[in-house]
């Protein structure tokens, strides 16, 4: 993680009430994964379908997507605005864990890591 996103981390951390910042790391571990996975597999990301968050980069992402209750990442082929590949549901202000409500079936491969984490924080009680 790199000097930014740290920042970035530290102040969505801090926006939160303190009997509820645990869950915002957990929130935040799970939607960093999934930005950082997407943007491995090569996808062009975007929040709520608006053209100008493609152009983010990752702190840009967390910070848009940390401001919003319920947001739809969506996944595009590498500059290929026009043909979606798939989205990603966040709902925020839940257990943490389970930040990620739903997904597009063709991104399992892409999930089922984060997803495999999720649950082992689940197991673990955080």
């Not at 947001?71 to 864990?97: E, H, M």
């Not at 389970?98 to 924080?121: K, R, T």
Request: with cysteine.
């Amino acid at each position: 993680m790199n000097k930014e996103i740290k920042v970035i981390k530290e102040n969505i951390i801090q926006r939160h009430d303190v009997s509820i910042r645990h869950r915002a790391k957990i929130e935040f571990e799970i939607v960093y994964r999934t930005i950082k996975a997407a943007r491995k597999a090569g996808y062009t990301l975007s929040v709520d379908d608006e053209p100008d968050s493609s152009k983010l980069d990752d702190a840009g992402l967390l910070d848009l997507l940390f401001n919003l209750d319920d947001a739809w990442l969506t996944l595009f082929p590498k500059d290929c605005y026009n043909q979606k590949s798939g989205w990603i549901r966040f709902v925020f202000g839940n257990d943490g864990y389970d930040v990620i409500c739903d997904y597009s079936v063709n991104l399992e491969f892409l999930i089922d890591p984060i997803n495999a984490y999720a649950n082992n924080l689940q197991e673990q009680g955080y």
